[in-house]
């Protein structure tokens, strides 16, 4: 059997390929700016999935938030274990970021019981403890979701953007389109769609422009 | 903001509106079987995409090797950290199962660039010199999909079945088109579709069913 096995002309090709079917099922199409289209076609790489196209959305200072946080040693928090094995860490160190996905920890788990929330939610409040700028980085939970736009609006969360693409069938459409609505600035996923690998390809097509 | 914060109660709705919108699109779908249900059902779950109801392929044989597989100890080999981390590890503990990446191996790695292959292809010849019986969970490189084959073909892999969902533009759809011509019990996306996330959601559908 006969395959290309080169990873780097693998992601090219791909690149290429995507740009093609953009020409041919949405002749004419045009991205608002190189940085929104490298994170599109990056949601595309990483889902197969052309209706990001149309459900991904990037608010105006999103960009240059995360590029500014980015280079400011922010800390990612992820929902998800796998959103943060999805992320570039290399790139994240080089940077002199950390990262983590608090989900799994002692003190979340046993705080979430306590207050009878969910682990995301109690995730983000011990995230918020924390020192330095803070980038949430959501594919999973709309209840993480929800408690970063509830303790931004107390001013209990000081954060410098949310990569906000919960996929699924409870709260996640409503959570995004209630981000839309606050100051923080967001990149979503519209509707239903979204995930892990979304949220890490995002933030990785944001570091790759770096 | 009101939000359900129970997470079974979550998931339990999600499935129901699942349903709901299934027969809404397609008034009298019908799955083939209970378990193929529950793994397409789950594969919507994750990626909220309800083209997996056409897409995914489950070979006669797969659902029972892969159950007969995971009751006898097994490895489970995954092309990515992200598959792996999205797996339900705890249920593959209480199995006996073990579970492994390999990519980010330094003999995996070492192996890779003596022989220009990629560390997905190099990381299937290491897990074929691993004892015990074997299930591949790929969402990610079809060459580790090729691979897979060309070792069976060879005699040099023994396995017990393949998820196989590589996403992408280059290999992708075509790997999977080949593994539907062998006789490796196999559980697939056809066409570009896939991912780490519908890997780890395809063996989990079938862990929380034994």
Same mark, same amino acid.
């Given at each position: 059997?006969?395959?290309?096995?080169?990873?780097?002309?693998?992601?090219?090709?791909?690149?290429?390929?995507?740009?093609?079917?953009?020409?041919?099922?949405?002749?004419?199409?045009?991205?608002?700016?190189?940085?929104?289209?490298?994170?599109? &076609?990056?949601? *595309?790489? =990483?889902?197969?999935?052309?209706?990001?196209?149309? @459900?991904? $959305?990037?608010?105006?200072? +999103?960009?240059?938030?995360?590029?500014?946080?980015?280079?400011? &040693?922010?800390? *990612?928090? =992820?929902?998800?274990?796998?959103?943060?094995?999805? @992320?570039? $860490?290399?790139?994240?160190? +080089?940077?002199?970021?950390?990262?983590?996905?608090?989900?799994?920890?002692?003190?979340?788990?046993?705080?979430?019981?306590?207050?009878?929330?969910?682990?995301?939610?109690?995730?983000?409040?011990?995230?918020?403890?924390?020192?330095?700028?803070?980038?949430?980085?959501?594919?999973?939970?709309?209840?993480?979701?929800?408690?970063?736009?509830?303790?931004?609006?107390?001013?209990?969360?000081?954060?410098?953007?949310?990569?906000?693409?919960?996929?699924?069938?409870?709260?996640?459409?409503?959570?995004?389109?209630?981000?839309?609505?606050?100051?923080?600035?967001?990149?979503?996923?519209?509707?239903?769609?979204?995930?892990?690998?979304?949220?890490?390809?995002?933030?990785?097509?944001?570091?790759?422009?770096?």
């Amino acid at each position: 059997m006969e395959y290309i096995k080169n990873p780097m002309m693998i992601e090219d090709k791909s690149f290429e390929i995507i740009q093609g079917i953009i020409d041919e099922i949405r002749p004419g199409y045009e991205f608002k700016n190189e940085i929104e289209e490298k994170i599109i &076609k990056r949601a *595309i790489h =990483t889902t197969a999935d052309f209706e990001y196209l149309d @459900i991904l $959305k990037i608010s105006d200072t +999103a960009v240059d938030m995360l590029v500014d946080a980015l280079k400011n &040693k922010a800390t *990612i928090f =992820t929902d998800t274990n796998m959103a943060l094995s999805g @992320i570039n $860490k290399r790139k994240l160190s +080089a940077l002199g970021c950390e990262y983590k996905c608090l989900v799994a920890d002692e003190d979340v788990a046993a705080l979430a019981k306590e207050k009878g929330i969910t682990r995301s939610m109690a995730a983000v409040e011990v995230a918020a403890n924390t020192e330095g700028r803070k980038v949430f980085v959501l594919g999973n939970a709309p209840t993480a979701l929800y408690k970063v736009m509830e303790m931004k609006n107390e001013g209990s969360l000081d954060l410098d953007a949310v990569v906000g693409v919960p996929v699924g069938f409870v709260g996640a459409e409503e959570s995004k389109d209630e981000l839309e609505k606050t100051e923080i600035p967001y990149i979503i996923s519209k509707g239903r769609k979204g995930g892990s690998n979304l949220a890490a390809a995002i933030i990785n097509a944001i570091l790759y422009s770096m």
